[in-house]
Protein backbone atom coordinates (compact mmCIF):
# COMPACT_ATOMS: atom_id res chain seq x y z
CA UNK A 1 0.00 0.00 0.00
CA UNK A 2 1.43 2.96 -0.81
CA UNK A 3 0.79 5.77 1.41
CA UNK A 4 2.87 8.98 3.35
CA UNK A 5 2.76 9.06 7.03
CA UNK A 6 3.82 12.28 9.36
CA UNK A 7 5.10 12.11 12.82
CA UNK A 8 6.91 14.28 15.29
CA UNK A 9 3.87 16.58 16.13
CA UNK A 10 2.92 17.67 19.83
CA UNK A 11 2.38 20.54 21.84
CA UNK A 12 5.16 23.12 22.47
CA UNK A 13 6.17 26.69 23.93
CA UNK A 14 6.53 29.22 22.12
CA UNK A 15 9.64 30.11 20.84
CA UNK A 16 9.74 26.06 20.85
CA UNK A 17 10.94 23.68 18.13
CA UNK A 18 9.67 20.41 16.61
CA UNK A 19 11.18 18.47 13.74
CA UNK A 20 8.17 16.50 11.77
CA UNK A 21 8.84 13.70 9.47
CA UNK A 22 7.01 12.34 6.35
CA UNK A 23 7.84 9.17 5.76
CA UNK A 24 6.55 6.91 2.59
CA UNK A 25 5.99 3.75 2.88
CA UNK A 26 5.16 1.09 -0.21
CA UNK A 27 7.22 3.62 -2.77
CA UNK A 28 10.58 6.01 -2.91
CA UNK A 29 10.16 9.43 -3.02
CA UNK A 30 12.79 10.46 -5.37
CA UNK A 31 11.35 11.92 -8.42
CA UNK A 32 8.67 13.26 -6.58
CA UNK A 33 8.39 16.88 -4.92
CA UNK A 34 7.22 16.77 -1.39
CA UNK A 35 5.66 19.40 0.51
CA UNK A 36 4.62 20.46 3.60
CA UNK A 37 0.56 22.16 4.20
CA UNK A 38 -1.62 23.24 7.10
CA UNK A 39 -5.33 23.93 7.81
CA UNK A 40 -7.04 25.07 10.68
CA UNK A 41 -10.82 24.16 10.73
CA UNK A 42 -13.07 26.22 8.31
CA UNK A 43 -9.74 27.65 6.47
CA UNK A 44 -7.67 26.20 2.95
CA UNK A 45 -5.15 23.91 3.05
CA UNK A 46 -1.88 26.76 3.05
CA UNK A 47 1.71 25.72 1.22
CA UNK A 48 4.09 25.74 4.34
CA UNK A 49 7.66 24.61 2.53
CA UNK A 50 7.71 22.57 -0.30
CA UNK A 51 11.00 20.94 -2.01
CA UNK A 52 12.04 19.51 -5.23
CA UNK A 53 13.08 16.23 -5.97
CA UNK A 54 16.80 16.62 -6.07
CA UNK A 55 16.41 18.92 -3.33
CA UNK A 56 17.89 22.35 -4.82
CA UNK A 57 14.99 24.02 -4.79
CA UNK A 58 12.68 24.81 -1.85
CA UNK A 59 9.79 26.96 -1.43
CA UNK A 60 8.60 28.78 2.33
CA UNK A 61 5.72 30.57 2.97
CA UNK A 62 6.61 34.24 3.76
CA UNK A 63 4.54 33.20 7.39
CA UNK A 64 8.05 30.95 8.15
CA UNK A 65 10.61 31.99 6.24
CA UNK A 66 13.62 32.25 8.78
CA UNK A 67 11.90 30.07 11.10
CA UNK A 68 11.31 26.85 9.12
CA UNK A 69 13.85 24.06 6.87
CA UNK A 70 12.51 21.29 4.60
CA UNK A 71 15.50 19.02 4.26
CA UNK A 72 14.94 15.34 2.57
CA UNK A 73 16.83 12.31 3.09
CA UNK A 74 18.38 11.28 -0.48
CA UNK A 75 20.10 8.31 0.55
CA UNK A 76 17.36 6.84 1.80
CA UNK A 77 14.54 8.85 -0.38
CA UNK A 78 12.28 7.66 1.67
CA UNK A 79 11.89 10.91 4.07
CA UNK A 80 11.08 14.43 4.60
CA UNK A 81 11.57 17.04 7.50
CA UNK A 82 10.43 20.29 8.33
CA UNK A 83 12.91 21.79 11.07
CA UNK A 84 10.26 24.27 12.84
CA UNK A 85 11.99 26.81 15.29
CA UNK A 86 10.62 29.68 16.95
CA UNK A 87 7.32 28.32 16.99
CA UNK A 88 4.52 30.87 17.52
CA UNK A 89 1.00 30.04 18.96
CA UNK A 90 -0.27 31.20 15.01
CA UNK A 91 2.07 27.91 13.96
CA UNK A 92 -1.06 26.27 15.54
CA UNK A 93 -2.64 23.46 13.17
CA UNK A 94 -2.78 20.01 11.43
CA UNK A 95 0.23 19.60 9.46
CA UNK A 96 0.34 17.68 6.11
CA UNK A 97 2.62 16.33 4.03
CA UNK A 98 1.92 15.05 0.07
CA UNK A 99 3.99 14.23 -2.80
CA UNK A 100 3.60 14.57 -6.93
CA UNK A 101 5.47 15.47 -9.79
CA UNK A 102 5.32 18.98 -10.12
CA UNK A 103 7.09 22.34 -9.77
CA UNK A 104 7.68 22.94 -6.15
CA UNK A 105 6.37 27.16 -6.14
CA UNK A 106 3.07 25.08 -7.87
CA UNK A 107 3.28 22.45 -5.46
CA UNK A 108 2.78 24.77 -2.62
CA UNK A 109 0.42 27.63 -3.56
CA UNK A 110 -2.20 25.75 -5.17
CA UNK A 111 -2.29 22.81 -3.62
CA UNK A 112 -4.81 20.81 -5.28
CA UNK A 113 -4.94 17.46 -6.95
CA UNK A 114 -1.97 16.37 -5.64
CA UNK A 115 -1.07 12.42 -5.54
CA UNK A 116 -0.46 11.72 -1.83
CA UNK A 117 -1.28 12.90 1.22
CA UNK A 118 -0.47 11.66 4.62
CA UNK A 119 -2.82 11.66 7.47
CA UNK A 120 -1.55 14.52 9.23
CA UNK A 121 0.02 15.97 12.71
CA UNK A 122 -0.98 18.05 15.30
CA UNK A 123 1.12 20.54 15.73
CA UNK A 124 0.01 23.01 19.16
CA UNK A 125 1.83 26.10 20.31
CA UNK A 126 0.63 27.25 23.47
CA UNK A 127 2.06 28.25 26.73
Known amino acids: QLQLVESGGGLVQPGGSLRLSCAAS????????VGWFRQAPGKEREGVSCISSSGGSTYYADSVKGRFTISRDNAKNTTVYLQMNNLKPEDTDIYYC???????????????????WGQGTQVTVSS
Open 98 to 116: AADSVPVQAMCVAPRGLGW
Open 26 to 33: GFALNGYA
